[in-house]
């Protein structure tokens, strides 16, 4: 039981979750819709990850690149079956929360129906190599969450930084009204911002089926955590998401290793809670009336 | 301008029997328009109409003055049972007693029908349909409570399924453990649904609408995870079984479930007195007056707006605790499923189909549900389809569930209204419909209708040959068509009217206009100076048949 095993089981939790819990953060912070249909997203990017590397090969390039283009094709369904009608209508938070609900529920039953309740093994990509590092013993699988967390959080900062796309995005975030003002589409950044917080979840599912398998109704704890961690950072900052999933990947590590894997959900619970009464926006949430639409 | 065919025709002077100036008996013209058609164009809608009024099968009560005040009140107030009042009917004169608001009658007759449905359902079915009953007015009754906390106070908790299901269970193991009988499972399960609540409305205290449905998802997740793993709860067998229950175990199985499904729908008449006594008295009110957003006006009128909310989660989070209490006494003990996100889900669904913020939008969709989800158990998983889509189609479509299409379709008809309205109106000398109302002389509105049709009608008969014939004889007797425009013209108001001005040095002719106001001298239309005055004649005529093509 030492501490870096400890840290180290952190991280790889808080890369994974941390995908998801940016991508929720973006969707709610840019289109005001509180998108519990990650859920959903998660067992779809799974599946399509699942069905590549079932028909066409087991390389992990592909798979991992399907997996995250069925998780940006069924962010972009949630957009166009939710978001696009509602986003002008009365009541639109309540609403879009709903839907994405519903969403999810169909969506569920549909891949329950397909492919049945049995859970399906994707291969594993990294090898089952390890590196030693001073004492600590770094598998293959972790090093390549990490790594593709990562790669793919830096590749979403540095588009939404660098890119027009981005900057519409970021526009939004500021200030939806003024944005459409000046003539930044809601609708058009809409499928943007779902097709890109999509392939997050998606690449989140093909990276956690290296340790979980992929299942109908898989989605819904990555879900849980995510919302969670995304609550914790303040929704709409991305950094305080980053934060936030750290702060909670180690406390599920250091409870799983220190109390026992049931106590995990109570110490974060009771971690976040103590978080929100001081911050009641987050650790970072800056939007504090800006979204008040 | 028109479609009207000119013919070229004879005008025959009627007066040159008796001889003429001029010895102009005939002039040759074209035929002119017939002013029927102009009146008929102005006086046709041009959207499409229908029928309007009141519907013939209106049912409306006779009334006496002497009756209006004999009414059912409460004993001992002086509340009517019945918003009554009394109004003449405007077309018949006669009196008529009009119901203000019908929905008592509505829940009067829907208990009614659920109160004697086991004596409806259809043999063969009456297990199936009797435990669905009571399943229904048990989760009727935790929606019902859960409208008080999400539509009344405001506060979006979807944690209200996790008070029922920790006071379920606690209850259940202390009756296992201690003997608990079955009457005194529910108080303790308030108690424990207050503790409860009194922990969870800490956070609702300081955190947004949202932040805290979140939350409180995270929280179900976190009971559910707890209450799985630990063995003190029964982790293996899928549930807690083993308290004490109010229904007697003597009874024949078909006696037991009836007596079941009267006492949920006893818990059900409970929990919608609850929510009368609470939504629709003074807690309620307060709240009525601090809506979502606009919280800080009705702080600044001194509504204490926070306190009560809380005061109505806790009193809520007491009466889940009943609930699940009661929920054990009937079903001997609950099953993990309570905590599933699939029943919140569900239990969202039931809200949101009958529109969320009001009690019989909670039993409606609590109705549909259950009867989608227990009753329709043989098509298997596509029930949850039709739920899902049920539920997508309603947040799609409507904007307060099945009990706010009426308000929303009248807001519809209504928008409707004024489109077809803005296509009927017409301006161009005709008053708009606003302007109407305040001027004082409706002399003026007839006389602008009039001077429209008359434009229109004068419009259709300008044409290259009266203007020919005008050109050749400024003065003088002349066709119908040419002599009906000249008196029109002749007719306008001084002010702007078109004159000549004889410049008396040159002998010429120019266009000026008048001020129409004594003391203010006319201005000069143009500068072109006409020698002849048959020339300048012409010239003013062509003016005013421009301006009147251009009106």
């Known amino acids: 039981m030492d501490i870096t095993f400890v840290l180290l089981n952190a991280v790889v939790i808080a890369s994974i979750y941390g995908l998801i819990a940016v991508a929720v953060s973006i969707t709610w912070s840019s289109l005001g819709l509180i998108n519990l249909g990650y859920g959903f997203v998660f067992s779809f990017a799974g599946y399509g990850a699942w069905l590549m590397s079932t028909y066409v090969t087991k390389m992990p390039a592909p798979v991992m690149a399907a997996g995250i283009l069925a998780g940006a094709i069924c962010g972009v369904i949630i957009c166009l079956v939710v978001f696009i009608p509602l986003h002008d209508k009365s009541n639109f938070t309540t609403r879009g929360m709903v839907g994405t609900l519903a969403i999810s529920l169909l969506g569920s039953q549909a891949l329950l129906m397909n492919f049945g309740p049995r859970a399906k093994a994707l291969p594993e990509f990294f090898g089952t190599g390890s590196v030693n590092l001073g004492g600590i013993v770094l598998t293959a699988d972790r090093i390549g969450i990490v790594v593709c967390a990562t790669v793919m959080l830096c590749f979403v900062v540095f588009w939404m930084k660098g890119s027009r796309r981005g900057l519409e995005i970021r526009a939004m975030m500021m200030n939806p009204h003024a944005a459409s003002i000046v003539g930044i589409g809601i609708r058009k950044t809409g499928i943007y911002v779902m097709a890109i917080t999509g392939g997050m979840a998606g690449l989140a599912a093909v990276l956690l089926s290296q340790t979980y398998y992929v299942a109908p109704f898989s989605g819904l704890t990555p879900l849980i955590k995510g919302v969670s961690i995304a609550l914790c950072g303040g929704l709409g900052s991305v950094q305080g998401a980053i934060i936030a999933a750290v702060i909670l990947g180690f406390t599920e590590a250091a409870t799983s290793s220190l109390l026992g894997g049931q106590y995990v959900l109570i110490t974060q619970f009771l971690v976040i809670i103590c978080i929100l009464i001081f911050r009641p926006r987050g650790i970072s949430g800056l939007l504090d009336k800006a979204r008040e639409q | ?259 079941g499904y009267y006492g949920a729908f006893a818990l059900l008449l409970a929990a919608l007195f609850l929510f009368r006594f609470v939504n629709g008295k003074r807690l309620g009110r307060i709240l009525r007056m601090a809506p979502e957003k606009r919280e800080a006006f009705a702080q600044a009128c001194g509504v204490d707006y926070r306190s009560a909310r809380v005061k109505i989660f806790l009193i809520t989070s007491a009466a889940l605790g009943f609930i699940g209490g009661f929920y054990v006494a009937q079903y001997r003990g609950v099953a993990f499923s309570i905590f599933s996100f699939d029943t919140v889900l569900l239990g969202l669904a039931m809200l949101t189909i009958g529109g969320i913020g009001k009690a019989e939008g909670a039993i409606l969709g609590t109705l549909v549900v259950t009867f989608l989800d227990k009753v329709l158990i043989g098509i298997g998983p596509l029930r949850y389809f039709l739920i899902g889509l049920l539920m997508l189609g309603v947040v799609l479509f409507l904007n307060k569930g099945y009990f706010g299409i009426k308000k929303q379709f009248n807001a519809w008809r209504d928008k409707k209204r004024g489109e077809w309205r803005s296509i009927r109106s017409e301006k161009g000398g005709e008053a708009l419909p606003e302007e109407a109302t305040e001027l004082d002389n409706k002399d003026e509105l007839f006389f602008r209708r009039f001077d429209k049709m008359q434009r229109d009608h004068l419009k259709k008969m300008i044409c290259p040959e009266i203007i020919e014939e005008h050109r050749l004889r400024p003065l003088g007797q002349h066709s119908e068509a040419l002599e009906r425009v000249l008196y029109y013209f002749r007719r306008a108001p001084m002010e702007d009217k078109y004159a000549l001005h004889h410049i008396a040095a040159t002998d010429r002719y120019k266009i000026i206009a008048f001020s129409g106001e004594r003391g203010v001298s006319p201005r000069v239309v143009e500068d072109k100076e006409y020698e002849h005055v048959d020339d300048a004649y012409h010239a003013i005529f062509m003016r005013r048949i421009h301006d009147l093509m251009e009106s």
């Open chain 2, 1 to 259: 301008m028109s479609d009207f065919q000119r013919q070229a025709t004879q005008w025959v002077n009627p007066l040159s029997v008796w001889g003429t100036a001029e010895g102009v008996d005939v002039v040759q013209t074209v035929t002119s328009p017939n002013p029927r058609d102009t009146w008929d164009a102005n006086e046709a809608y041009k959207a499409k109409i229908h029928k309007v009024g009141r519907f013939r099968w209106h049912l409306v009560w006779p009334n006496h003055g002497e009756n209006l005040w004999k009414r059912w009140r409460w004993w001992p107030t002086r509340r009517n049972v019945l918003g009554i009042h009394g109004l003449y009917n405007r077309k018949t004169l006669k009196a008529e007693k009009k119901i203000d608001d019908r929905r008592p009658i509505y829940w009067l007759i829907c208990l009614l029908i659920i109160a004697i449905a086991p004596v409806l359902f259809p043999t063969g079915m009456e297990n199936t349909l009797l435990s669905a009953g009571a399943i229904f007015c048990i989760f009727a009754a935790i929606n019902v409570c859960w409208t008080l906390v999400v539509g009344t106070a405001s506060i979006f908790s979807l944690a209200t399924y996790a008070v029922v299901g920790v006071s379920a269970f606690m209850t259940t193991w202390l009756s296992m453990r201690y003997g608990l009988p079955w009457y005194s499972l529910p108080v303790f399960g308030s108690a424990i649904g207050l503790l409860m609540g009194w922990l969870i409305a800490f956070p609702a205290l300081r955190l947004d609408g949202f932040y805290y449905a979140l939350l409180t998802l995270g929280l179900n997740e976190l009971c559910r995870v707890f209450f799985t793993t630990s063995k003190a709860f029964g982790s293996a067998s899928g549930g807690l079984y083993g308290a004490d229950t109010y229904i007697p175990s003597d009874l024949s199985p078909f006696a037991q479930s009836i007596f």
